[in-house]
């Protein structure tokens, strides 16, 4: 028996239906030319309203923050009315909606850039045996290994803020109910953060204060847009994916949930890091969390609903995100609800494509008795 994953949950000014928060989860299957949401992407979010909020898959706030072909933006007048459409036909489900923001920093590549120009991180250090997806000159798809990026100039951070002041200005405009800051996954912001990926000497690097700074800076951008109470960031303390290494990473998780409390935003949402070869999060660490963090908090990453729910019944979050079993199953609340068995999501329709593997995975009442 479930016993609060199925229950209300208010966030901010809003109170969600239930607790089944849907992960973010790039599909890559954007409208093109523009990398705009498109009808196909309409119907999948549709489909997966009853969930206690969707959060978007991620989204560039400038074509310098891609990193990967055929993912959506938020930086052009027809990426902001495609993600309209998305939202509105949620709303009209009667669900909720946040949008994440996106900057790849170095995981990116010339060939994504304007102008074939390098990508920009805080440090010019490579990602090893990391990957971005490209369209090639000669038209084909391929994974490749990231480019050596470009260090940002002190002078350039205030641009960096602007691109999610902009995206922010957008997501507003668009109707999202909330903005979640993607500072996790070894992308921008996370690259600011971590120890390994940030060697600057300005007033961004070496303490953990300095390497909070940007983040906080794009945090206090976004919320001056929206308001705090619509607003909630995702971590991924020791996440190690990306040649990510962090040897600061549960005290600067901490210093940044305690920021987060006194700016009052609505949620923080914690990307566990095992489901990517990471090493498990300790209870003595959620238990830090959650002392440090007084707004919703959100853990994600390989659970079942039975672990989800003790999760909550010990008081550690108030909600919880499933990626996977939100692609394979756009009814999961209600397959949750009754207890009902999963479909088993196809991992080689994950990334691009078109309907198969995205919106015709059956739901239960498509299903033989
Ligand atoms: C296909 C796929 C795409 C993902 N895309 C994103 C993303 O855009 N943003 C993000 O923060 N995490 C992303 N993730 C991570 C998920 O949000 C989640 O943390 C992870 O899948 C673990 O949760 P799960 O075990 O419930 O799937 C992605 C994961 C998968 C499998």
């Given at each position: 028996m479930l016993k609060k994953l199925l229950t209300p949950l208010k966030m901010g000014n809003t109170t969600l239906p239930n607790r089944v928060?849907?992960?973010?989860?790039?599909?890559?299957?954007?409208?093109?030319?523009?990398?705009?949401?498109?009808?196909?992407?309409?119907?999948?979010?549709?489909?997966?309203?009853?969930?206690?909020?969707?959060?978007?898959?991620?989204?560039?706030?400038?074509?310098?923050?891609?990193?990967?072909?055929?993912?959506?933006?938020?930086?052009?007048?027809?990426?902001?009315?495609?993600?309209?459409?998305?939202?509105?036909?949620?709303?009209?489900?009667?669900?909720?909606?946040?949008?994440?923001?996106?900057?790849?920093?170095?995981?990116?590549?010339?060939?994504?850039?304007?102008?074939?120009?390098?990508?920009?991180?805080?440090?010019?250090?490579?990602?090893?045996?990391?990957?971005?997806?490209?369209?090639?000159?000669?038209?084909?798809?391929?994974?490749?290994?990231?480019?050596?990026?470009?260090?940002?100039?002190?002078?350039?951070?205030?641009g960096i803020v602007a691109q999610y002041r902009q995206a922010a200005v957008r997501g507003r405009r668009a109707g999202f109910d909330f903005l979640e800051l993607h500072a996790a996954n070894g992308y921008l912001l996370n690259q600011f953060l971590a120890t390994n990926s940030n060697q600057r000497t300005d007033a961004y690097g070496g303490s953990l204060e300095n390497r909070a700074r940007l983040t906080l800076e794009a945090l206090d951008a976004v919320i001056e847009e929206i308001g705090a109470k619509q607003v909630g960031v995702r971590l991924s303390p020791h996440f190690i994916g990306m040649d990510m290494a962090d040897s600061e990473a549960e005290a600067s998780a901490l210093y940044l949930a305690k920021a987060f409390s006194e700016r009052g935003i609505a949620y923080l949402h914690i990307a566990e890091p095992d489901w990517a070869g990471g090493p498990e999060l300790t209870p003595v660490f959620r238990a830090q969390i959650r002392a440090a963090f007084n707004g919703v908090l959100i853990f994600c990453g390989g659970y079942t609903a039975e672990e989800a729910d003790a999760l909550m019944v010990q008081g550690t979050a108030d909600a919880v995100a499933f990626g996977r079993p939100f692609i394979a199953n756009a009814d999961l609340v209600e397959r949750f609800r009754l207890g009902a068995a999963l479909n088993t999501p196809d991992r080689s329709t994950f990334y691009g494509g078109g309907a198969h593997g995205y919106t015709d995975y059956p739901t239960l009442d498509l299903q033989p008795a």
């Open positions: 928060i849907m992960a973010p989860l790039t599909r890559s299957r954007a409208g093109q030319p523009g990398d705009i949401p498109n009808a196909l992407n309409v119907a999948y979010y549709t489909q997966r309203a009853s969930a206690g909020m969707i959060v978007t898959e991620a989204t560039q706030v400038s074509r310098q923050g891609q990193g990967y072909a055929l993912t959506p933006g938020i930086y052009t007048d027809a990426q902001e009315a495609g993600w309209k459409k998305v939202v509105q036909a949620v709303h009209a489900q009667y669900g909720h909606i946040a949008l994440q923001l996106w900057h790849v920093g170095r995981i990116s590549h010339s060939l994504l850039q304007e102008n074939g120009e390098a990508p920009v991180a805080p440090s010019a250090l490579i990602a090893k045996n990391s990957q971005c997806f490209v369209i090639q000159p000669d038209g084909t798809a391929a994974n490749v290994p990231t480019e050596m990026p470009r260090a940002l100039d002190t002078e350039e951070l205030p």
